[in-house]
């Protein structure tokens, strides 16, 4: 089965229900291959359950008014404030979506307000990454729990099962206090045991499995001393349309460590991850001033590569994740090379215009470039897909209500703790009065015994 038989069974849907008032953004998404294989991966290459799902993912982002939530109609103050942001990647070049846990308190909020920031969040990641998975980061340093929000945490779920097809990449939980292991016991109730899988418990020793130093925060005891700052998205994109590009195979990468540093430096080992053949790299910024770069290859009809562009301050690091394409064959792909391409800029903060101006201004002598051979495992190369989807638990309520009920439970038992310890302290007054008073009264005892004695 192909994307073309979704597509023709979606269409013969829409052909039954001429006013399904589908916004046009959303219909655009059944001419993207991309998405449509995404689509497809999540439902197990089932075009029926494939076609349903596009549905019903039309019809929710229709109910919810998904493509008209912006910054201009979204909470100032809750977007601000930092609970929900991304930036980082993990291990695998998937971006982080991190939520400070400590910044949110169930009920203190208005609930419609928060998903509406993560609608807004989640579309705009899912543009700018053009579709690849994502990282949940629950940082839940210092936290309680009064900042366990199970309705919030079966939302965010239900977005992954039902309405962003193939998105999921981890789900990092950080510090979790013990205090909430009963919590998350339940929460993971709600996944399969593929999708628990996707769960890894961290701290600030074993967070380097799944974030590399450079990519964590300062506070999980990484080296990036990023400070969160809203900046709106900035829709106007160059294409992104990949470019084929020829370069020879000889020749060493000019002047090593001039512009970047590239580890590997010569050579993408690539190996199979699951049912994905894949390959990384490191690109460090060697340079005083800030750069842009861009990564090409000889096929790109073969490759997903992420990110393919970016910039980076003096010092800072990119892991580069490069995935095999279905339907390739190791024997067709042993010639293939990839370039990284690097220019000086003048600071980060650019648009998309100003630095496509930058790339065409620019002379050869002004850009760096580095190539590297790719090395293949040599076992056949498998079809990639069937990623693992989170699923909902078929009796979700009783799953909220059971932890709704946990925290009520310990908001009630910490509050009866508060007044045992104001009894004790009680107590501990009314017997040292005792105690005074019966020293007073012993003395005032012996000395009438003496007094009676001396008559």
């Not at 494939?50 to 929710?60: E, N, P, Y």
């Not at 074993?206 to 506070?219: G, H, R």
């Not at 690097?342 to 050869?364: F, M, R, Y």
Request: aromatic content about 10%.
């Amino acid at each position: 089965m192909t994307t073309a038989d979704v597509r023709s069974l979606f269409q013969a849907k829409l052909n039954e229900n001429p006013d399904h008032g589908f916004h046009p953004s959303d219909l655009e998404r059944i001419k993207d291959e991309n998405y449509m294989k995404r689509v497809m991966k999540h439902n197990d290459n089932d075009p029926k359950l494939a076609s349903d799902m596009l549905w019903d993912i039309f019809t929710w982002r229709k109910t919810v008014g998904a493509n008209d939530i912006n910054e201009s109609n979204i909470r100032s103050d809750y977007i601000s404030e930092g609970a929900f942001f991304p930036h980082g990647r993990d291990v695998d070049g998937c971006l982080l979506l991190i939520i400070k846990s400590k910044k949110h308190v169930k009920g203190v909020k208005d609930f419609e307000e928060i998903k509406k920031i993560i609608i807004y969040w989640f579309d705009r990641i899912e543009r700018e990454e053009n579709g690849n998975r994502v990282t949940l980061f629950f940082d839940l340093d210092g936290c309680g729990l009064s900042n366990v929000d199970m309705e919030l945490t079966n939302y965010l779920i239900g977005l992954f099962k039902s309405y962003y097809p193939s998105f999921l990449n981890y789900i990092i939980i950080y510090q979790m206090p013990w205090v909430m292991s009963a919590a998350f016991k339940i929460i993971k109730s709600l996944l399969p045991a593929k999708g628990v899988e996707k769960m890894k418990f961290v701290n600030k020793d074993t967070l380097k499995e799944f974030v590399e130093p450079e990519q964590a925060l300062a506070c999980w005891g990484g080296k990036d001393n990023y400070v969160y700052e809203f900046i709106p998205e900035n829709r106007t994109q160059e294409s992104h349309t990949p470019k084929k590009v020829t370069f020879a195979e000889q020749g060493d990468n000019h002047s090593p460590g001039e512009m970047l540093r590239i580890n590997p430096s010569n050579l993408i080992i690539f190996k199979t991850d699951n049912d994905e053949v894949t390959g990384q790299f490191t690109i460090t910024n060697m340079d005083e001033s800030a750069v842009s770069f861009k990564i090409r290859t000889t096929s790109p009809e073969k490759f997903r590569v992420r990110p393919s562009s970016g910039t980076l301050t003096p010092n800072a690091s990119q892991t580069i994740l490069i995935v095999v394409q279905s339907g390739f064959q190791l024997r067709s792909m042993v010639k293939d090379m990839f370039l990284v391409m690097s220019v000086q800029i003048p600071k980060t903060e650019l648009t998309a215009k100003e630095l496509s101006e930058i790339w065409q201004n620019s002379s050869g002598s002004k850009v760096d470039e580095y190539r590297l051979k790719c090395q293949f495992p040599i076992k056949d190369l498998p079809k990639n897909g069937n990623t693992v989807e989170v699923k909902s638990q078929q009796k979700p309520d009783s799953v909220v209500s059971a932890l709704n009920n946990l925290q009520s439970n310990y908001e009630v038992l910490h509050l009866q703790i508060h007044k045992l310890k104001v009894y004790q302290m009680m107590t501990l007054i009314l017997t040292v009065a005792v105690v005074v008073l019966g020293v007073l009264i012993y003395q005032s005892s012996n000395g009438s015994d003496r007094y009676c004695e001396r008559i």
